[in-house]
């Protein structure tokens, strides 16, 4: 440890008191690998400020020692955008203790939480005033609403209520010069000026520390009905969302299953079964939700999918008969990482092209990948409504333990090869982090490239904040 | 004209050729004055490139040249903000000719629209394929794509749509180095760092110029049914979008009348007549619209405030019977400004406050502007449901022609010390543009004051983009 670094953990201790200063290598051991345990990183000190006065106090001490901060909420990141380098050089910023939710207003349909509140909770306390925060994800237990604006994440609802980007109200948060950014009037207008909450929406940390943000609320849903249905190809999985979007607004969960990870599914995750009685290339799982007592949502659901079914759109449908049924068919869809695990090694790509590109996309990558590596099985599956997919490759069953090292860089290449010349996103909503930044680096326009790293240097000059990610 | 300038319009003549370079005082005077006539500017040349590789060749020119640029669509801005210096010291960019809708998908629910594309004939080009573009405001005829993005304009149905931020799906720019920003590939999901695409929306032309935008259609309205009711108070008001805001999604239009405005427009406006047989102290005009067949959007506000009259929350109500009754509904709204110029002088604000916050606002600030500036008379109206109001003041009769500059400063800042003291924005949705630069300097907080210099001055260090406009 460096002197700097002594010197400003000892006053941050003076500052804020032992409660937020945390130094015992055992207490901090959990938070400095990766959510993925890909990446390990190393931190003298985690330090967990209780308020917005208290992070203040931080950044300016880090500012006047020069030791860079690495922001962190629950540690679920997909980047590896909140590990700290391993050399030690930075200090861990923990937002969990700013862990209140500030106000709820079903009335206003806001609530103003903290930094560090886990999702999960506060979905809880939205729902007890009759309201909802639409935006979820498999994390939802762990990760914070810190964490989720400082990632513009995004989940399975993005098809109806948009990424975090269209759910902040407003940010509060401290800049790299110790100044503290207030955005949490609530105001639905506002002209003056750059919009430094847009910034620092998916900025990963790297331009300040996000401390409380202002979400907005929707009507609690009063029901849902779920249904899987089997097609031909995605095209026609595209063909039944936009049937669907043609005649009611209730869809809010489309995603796109390939018969290949249906049967991984089934093959390793106790409890499953097919939820069709025949086989079909591909499956979409639909969600539909109303929050009008007035709008019966399965009998719509039911009476669509049996016109697109006369019209030959699908090849199957069956609604789900109950919540049960429901969530078992939502498992089918979610557990579909877990299978792949267990089936083998797997490599992720989590990737977007425009909406209508998508089907032909997934085909033809699919093909150009097992053609150029053979032996692997690609495919892609998720939020085809979003126009992001997650394309994954897999091993084939005799492939070396290394092959991870030894060919997954190079398909991954290829694979962000192929999204760039279709116009794509490498990083549709896992974010750049330290994982992607060589991509980034490698395939971002320069003049891209030089506007991130100008607005960076002009609010960060003393390079400060999570040094080392995001920015190439 | 400086040296440097001529030699600038002179490489642009050559570079882009005679149609684009116009020189001739008479054809320029047009666009140096500002919309509403009080801002003055001047300047050698209008430059008006036809694509944005001329938009590119422009700006390194003028980069090279150390020759501002002012881009300018419509000139219908309410800030001066396209609005040249009075020095001629800059060159105007008009961005007119750029006025090619390049697609439009119902499919994708996608229009991409050059930045001097008028924002009337790009509704009407989108209504043609069933589709709507549902931000809408008066200067319709004439304002531009580019603008609107620039300004991050609002207008009459953000409550169900929200401002240009919410609309654009990407932006195409040309930076102050020169490079272009491609942001038009229509992703729904793109997590690679910082957005340039939100940074441009609102810049007012200051960080770049925009040249293209992607805009984000919804399906085109079936049916609307406009209503006009009589309440008791602002309060009131609210009260009632809370009530019909929790019954129904349709409503998309919730604008605030005073009885006293009401006058004014049945005072000075030829052919307009009271919509209800009695007097109230406030109206409010209601526009709910669906896109869906199935829904009767008339019986059911009809019914929603039927219900509200008994409950008391509203005074009277009265449903448009036919359109020709909803268009002379609407033009007691709109016609208020024109009312108020007839009467006398006016001072507008266009401020915002926290929704649940602006009814008690209007009350209190109407009565303290009264009292300390005796004669006048205050009133709040528009955009209620937005938390936007444009707060307007009325000299007295009896005032000296020389109102405006004697006392119209000081209420200005008396109206801007209320709003700025209840957490609120001096500009809701006009800008700050040169008009309010001063205002914006004095009441910011130091620390985003600091941020916009830093921004503004990483991305043009040059000081060649539209100087003098937004930034403190």
Redesign the interface.
């Known amino acids: 440890m460096r002197n700097a670094e002594e010197q400003f953990i000892a006053q941050a201790l003076a500052k804020l008191g032992p409660r937020a200063v945390v130094t015992d290598p055992a207490d901090i051991a959990p938070w400095v690998t990766d959510w993925r345990g890909r990446v390990h990183g190393a931190t003298p000190a985690m330090i967990a400020p209780a308020s917005t006065d208290e992070v203040a106090d931080v950044v300016r001490l880090a500012a006047e020692h020069r030791v860079p901060l690495v922001p962190q909420g629950g540690n679920t990141g997909m980047s590896a955008g909140a590990t700290p380098p391993a050399d030690g050089s930075a200090v861990l910023l923990s937002m969990r203790r700013m862990n209140r939710i500030r106000s709820i ?1 079903a ?2 349909r806001l609530a103003v939480a903290e930094a560090g509140v886990i999702l999960a909770p506060l979905h809880d306390a939205v729902h007890e005033v009759g309201m909802r925060f639409p935006l979820t994800l498999g994390a939802r237990g762990s990760c914070t609403i810190g964490g989720l604006t400082s ?2 994440a ?1 989940g399975t609802q ?1 098809l109806k209520f948009g ?1 975090m ?2 759910l902040v109200a407003g940010v509060e948060a401290v ?1 790299p ?1 110790g ?4 955005g949490l ?12 909450d ?2 620092l ?3 990963e940390g790297t ?1 300040g520390v996000i401390t409380a943000v202002a979400l907005r609320l929707v ?1 609690a849903v009063t029901a849902r009905a779920v249904a899987w249905t089997g097609v031909a190809s995605p095209m026609r999985a595209l063909d039944l969302l ?1 049937f669907l979007e ?1 005649r009611t ?1 209730s869809i809010e969960g489309f995603e796109l299953v390939p018969q290949d990870s249906l049967q991984l599914v089934l093959k390793h995750v106790p409890g499953t079964r097919p939820p069709l009685d025949g086989t079909h290339p591909w499956h979409v799982l639909i969600e539909a939700t109303t929050s ?1 007592s007035a709008t019966r949502v399965g009998g719509e659901l039911e009476r669509l999918l049996g016109t697109a079914l006369k019209q030959g759109i699908i090849g199957d449908a069956v609604l789900a008969s109950n919540e049960a049924q429901a969530e078992a068919f939502w498992k089918l869809r979610d557990a579909i990482s877990e299978a792949e695990r267990a089936e083998g090694q797997t490599l992720a790509h989590d990737i ?5 590109d998508m089907p032909a996309f997934i085909l033809n990558a699919s093909e150009q990948v097992e053609r150029a590596f053979p032996g692997v099985v690609a495919s892609g599956f998720g ?1 085809l409504g ?3 997919i997650h394309f994954h490759v897999r091993a084939a069953s005799h492939a070396a333990p290394n092959w991870y090292e030894a060919e997954g860089l190079q398909i991954t290449r290829f694979v962000d090869d192929l999204v760039t010349a279709a ?10 982090g330290q994982l992607k930044r060589a991509e ?1 680096a490698r395939l ?5 490239v ?3 790293r ?2 960076k ?3 960060d000059p003393l390079g400060i904040m999570n040094p080392g990610k ?2 190439p």
């Open positions: 207003s009335e206003n990632t513009n995004g993005v990424t980007r269209s800049l010069d100044s503290i950014h207030t009037s609530g105001l639905k207008k506002d002209n003056r000026g750059y919009s430094i847009q910034l929406i998916g900025a331009l009507p936009r043609a607004s009008d977007s092209v425009a909406v209508a939020h979003d126009g992001n116009g794509g996103s490498i990083s549709a909503e896992h974010g750049i980034f971002a326009e320069p003049g891209r030089q506007a991130l100008a607005i240097n002009a609010l995001l920015v």
